[in-house]
């Protein structure tokens, strides 16, 4: 029997909770990766996963089988890694998620000029505002602007995200520059949902570092950072988003930045977030500290001292 084989099997399948799931990851059928299963309790004389028609769960000796099995299988991963990228450089298949207008601004021309480096290595981006299902989504690296949500993941801190108050010429025009924190809520305020938990109220910085609160109101609001930025442009109100999302658009005068007198704006944490604190694969380690040495202030980001991972 290939224990080791029958071993990433059985881990599989819990993680997924289903054997179907864990056979299209093998390319391989349903009843094979049961019977491997099968074959791994029989020489342990023990059961490993509780069986029902609607999935498989964990017994108590499949609880601690697998505490035990998933650090050895990522170090024989690390061990092989190490060795070939040796000779050979990164190289393999590195999973990433971030939020759209981060991954086309910012994370994008990183991740292009690090595969010129590392042709070995196919780096696979999706794009989303919600924090995805690591082990079903097969992700390594997340990117999360603000509190992390997912406890379950690790998360080192990267950079630092500060935000713009902004306007098209159009609307300040026709509308003013707001004087004052409390003049917003006479202004119409475009909200993006992605970057706020409440959708009536922006978080501002006193002169003190204190968070203070403003209500607001506007006609239109998105979850997409992308469509709130166009909306602004057209000259339709007042955004408060990531510098990073409206670089070129502030450069090309087709928005203009907002200073009140009586706050500054936020600035939130950038985490790199990753499933696992002990056995972190090379290919993660390399590309975050390839991010961390060249995320510039030209892409609206500001950098932090970075422990290693």
């Given at each position: 029997?290939?224990?080791?084989?029958?071993?990433?099997?059985f881990?599989?399948?819990a993680?997924?909770?289903?054997?179907?799931?864990?056979?299209?990851?093998f390319?391989v059928?349903?009843?094979?990766?049961?019977?491997?299963?099968?074959?791994l309790?029989?020489?342990?004389?023990?059961?490993?996963?509780?069986?029902?028609?609607?999935?498989?769960?964990?017994?108590?000796?499949?609880?601690?089988?697998?505490?035990?099995?998933?650090?050895?299988?990522?170090?024989?991963?690390?061990?092989?890694?190490?060795?070939?990228?040796?000779?050979?450089?990164?190289?393999?298949?590195?999973?990433?998620?971030?939020?759209?207008?981060f991954?086309?601004?910012?994370?994008?021309?990183?991740?292009?000029?690090?595969?010129?480096e590392?042709p070995?290595?196919?780096?696979?981006?999706?794009?989303?505002?919600?924090?995805?299902?690591?082990?079903?989504?097969?992700?390594?690296?997340l990117?999360?602007?603000?509190?992390?949500r997912?406890s379950?993941?690790?998360?080192?801190?990267?950079a630092?995200a500060?935000?713009?108050l902004?306007?098209?010429?159009?609307?300040?025009?026709?509308?003013g520059?707001?004087?004052?924190?409390?003049?917003?809520?006479?202004?119409?305020?475009?909200?993006?949902?992605?970057?706020?938990?409440e959708?009536?109220?922006?978080?501002?910085?006193?002169?003190?570092?204190?968070v203070?609160?403003?209500?607001?109101a506007?006609?239109?609001f998105?979850?997409n950072?992308?469509?709130?930025v166009?909306?602004?442009?057209?000259?339709?109100?007042i955004?408060?988003?990531?510098?990073?999302?409206?670089?070129e658009?502030?450069?090309?005068r087709?928005?203009?930045?907002?200073?009140?007198?009586?706050?500054?704006?936020?600035?939130?944490?950038l985490?790199?977030?990753?499933?696992?604190r002990?056995?972190?694969?090379?290919?993660?380690?390399?590309?975050?500290?390839?991010?961390?040495?060249?995320?510039?202030?030209?892409?609206?980001m500001?950098?932090?001292?970075?422990?290693?991972?």
């Open positions: 029997m290939d224990k080791l084989g029958h071993m990433r099997t881990v599989t399948v993680k997924l909770g289903s054997f179907s799931l864990a056979a299209k990851e390319n059928t349903p009843g094979m990766m049961s019977k491997q299963v099968k074959q309790e029989d020489s342990l004389d023990v059961r490993l996963l509780n069986r029902t028609t609607r999935g498989v769960s964990l017994t108590h000796a499949g609880e601690i089988y697998i505490e035990k099995a998933v650090p050895i299988l990522q170090s024989i991963e690390d061990i092989e890694g190490a060795v070939v990228e040796l000779s050979t450089g990164a190289k393999g298949i590195l999973r990433i998620s971030c939020p759209p207008s991954g086309r601004t910012v994370l994008t021309p990183i991740i292009s000029t690090f595969i010129l590392n070995r290595l196919r780096i696979e981006l999706g794009l989303q505002n919600d924090e995805p299902n690591v082990v079903a989504s097969r992700l390594d690296l990117f999360r602007l603000g509190r992390m997912d379950s993941l690790v998360g080192k801190q990267v630092t500060p935000f713009v902004c306007a098209s010429p159009r609307y300040i025009k026709q509308a520059v707001p004087r004052n924190l409390e003049d917003l809520s006479g202004h119409n305020c475009v909200v993006d949902g992605s970057m706020q938990e959708a009536d109220s922006w978080e501002f910085l006193d002169s003190q570092r204190s203070i609160s403003q209500s607001v506007g006609n239109f998105s979850f950072t992308g469509a709130v166009q909306a602004v442009i057209q000259g339709l109100g955004a408060y988003v990531p510098r990073y999302a409206v670089v658009e502030l450069f090309a087709k928005l203009v930045e907002i200073n009140l007198p009586d706050c500054k704006p936020k600035v939130e944490p985490y790199a977030l990753y499933a696992s002990q056995h972190i694969a090379v290919k993660i380690k390399d590309f975050v500290s390839y991010f961390t040495s060249n995320m510039g202030t030209e892409n609206g500001l950098g932090v001292i970075v422990p290693s991972l």
